[in-house]
């Protein structure tokens, strides 16, 4: 699996880590162009493959997880950045990056093939990204409020 998003995720990852920026109003780190692609993941798709894979799945067998949705960081930071405006219900702002140089040999994409617990398993992912990171971001504004 890899990307998994959602509600209570450390701060240190990149969804949590820009919606936190975006409450606070601050400009995101951008690495390289931004034009990296991830997959991306809702916590509770990925909890409910794990227990199809715990209940149904082979023994000593590999199954990926993952999703088909793909977005590049910097059209995925615009999309939270605007996501939290309007949750804020602020004027929308220009977004600001703040750069930083790109890793050497860093892999430009991330995908990961997931047929074997889609087919063998019959997992599929039911949470649209849309809705996750609604749902998330809503989690970080309401404990940013509680605060």
Known sequence: MNNVYGPRQAYSKLISKFTRLALEG???????DGRHKRSWIYV????EAIRLVTEN????????????????NINLTEMIHNKVQKLMNREATKIQ?????????????YLINFNKIREELGW???VPFEQG???????????TELA
């Open 26 to 32: 601050k400009p995101y780190p951008l690495m390289g």
């Open 44 to 47: 509770d798709d990925c909890a």
């Open 57 to 72: 799945g082979q023994n000593a067998q590999i199954y990926n997880i993952g999703t088909d949705f793909e977005k590049c």
């Open 97 to 109: 990056f703040a750069p930083i140089a790109d890793r050497p040999y860093h892999d430009r994409r």
């Open 124 to 126: 599929k992912c039911l």
């Open 133 to 143: 990171l609604t749902k998330t971001l809503a989690y970080y504004l309401k404990i």
